[in-house]
């Protein structure tokens, strides 16, 4: 049996995986704040600490699905708060290299896939969306650096930069993104059959 490790799965597209990979019969981790396993991704040491516990436990990863993000309200550059900007970054790109530092040796063992949730905001601004805009940028960034960095790795990696969506409809999106992506797995199989 497979298994996925989903960070941020405790609601939104994180938890339409969740359902997902449950449903297709993979053994599924969750990890967050409120979630399965409690993990706050801003700590580096509580991140270490769960994939030691993995590790200890002999764990494969074939997966690791990163939907962890936040954007905290709407306010124009002049009035953010910066204790909330710190906190949109945290997650949105150190949580990230939290994870994928401590994936890597899973991942590569596995031969296993990265999955991170980017957004269009990478490219596209908003008006009062400085912090996540930016914060989401360079999480792409941090992709397309690991892209490179895990070449030869036998670990593949996906950045999904989605648009918009309504977070009640969020859970929807994620179990679409699982089935446009499952087909390409041969799931009796250990091996991806298309690239
Ligand atoms: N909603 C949109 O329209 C949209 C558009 C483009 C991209 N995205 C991106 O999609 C991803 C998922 O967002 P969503 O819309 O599904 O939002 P969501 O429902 O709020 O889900 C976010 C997930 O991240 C987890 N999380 C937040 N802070 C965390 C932390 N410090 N440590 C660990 N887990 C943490 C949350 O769990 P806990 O609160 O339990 O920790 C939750 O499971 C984000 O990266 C977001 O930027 C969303």
Redesign the pocket.
Known sequence: MKTILI?????????GVKRFFSAVGYNVIE?????DNH????DNKAVTAFFQKLKDANATLNVVFY?????IGKSHVKDKLIEQTERVF???TI?LINVLKESFPFLKASAGSFFH?????NKLSYVGGAD?CAS?AASSSIMATIRKEWLGSNIRTTSLE??????SQ?EVA?KAFSQAWVPSFDLNNEKETTS
């Open positions: 960070i941020g799965g405790s609601s939104g597209y994180g938890a990890a967050s704040r409120s979630g993990l706050d991704v801003t939907s962890a993000g936040i954007a945290k997650v949105n949580g949730v980017g957004s269009i905001a996540y989401k989605v648009g918009i969506g309504g977070v969020n994620g």
